[in-house]
Nanobody, 126 residues
């Protein structure tokens, strides 16, 4: 059974940094995209970033949200994906979800992700 376990969330002041991690187990993940979505209270879930599976390197960011502040990386040997978040803003406050895609390439669309973690809370104070 596939499990995704996120960690690294917490409370941080505006301008600070957090590094989210996600450990995947119970399957084979290297061929598939991995990524992050987030959902703030009262808002729809939104794409943050993804990184492609085995093959040509590639990552995709919701540039309207992250604008160079976030960096996604993965370690296929450890089945982990990370999201380094710098220059955090109060509007980054949300629950962040780790995802594994159905395909090699990550996309913005939630329905193209097969597995979702339980989420980790990120709160940025002003």
């Amino acid at each position: 059974q596939v499990q995704l376990v996120e960690s690294g969330g917490g409370l941080v002041q505006a301008g600070g940094s957090l590094r989210l991690s996600c450990a995947a187990s119970g399957g084979t993940f290297s061929p598939y995209a991995m990524g992050w979505f987030r959902q703030a209270p009262g808002q729809e879930r939104e794409f943050v970033a993804s990184i492609n599976g085995d093959g040509p390197d590639g990552s995709t960011y919701n540039t309207g949200l992250v604008k160079g502040r976030f960096t996604i990386s993965r370690d296929n040997a450890k089945n982990t994906v990370h999201l380094q978040m710098n220059s955090l803003k109060p509007e980054d406050t949300a629950v962040y979800y780790c995802v594994v895609g159905k395909y090699y390439r990550g996309t913005y669309y939630p329905h193209e992700y097969a597995y979702w973690g339980q989420g980790t809370q990120v709160t940025v104070s002003s």
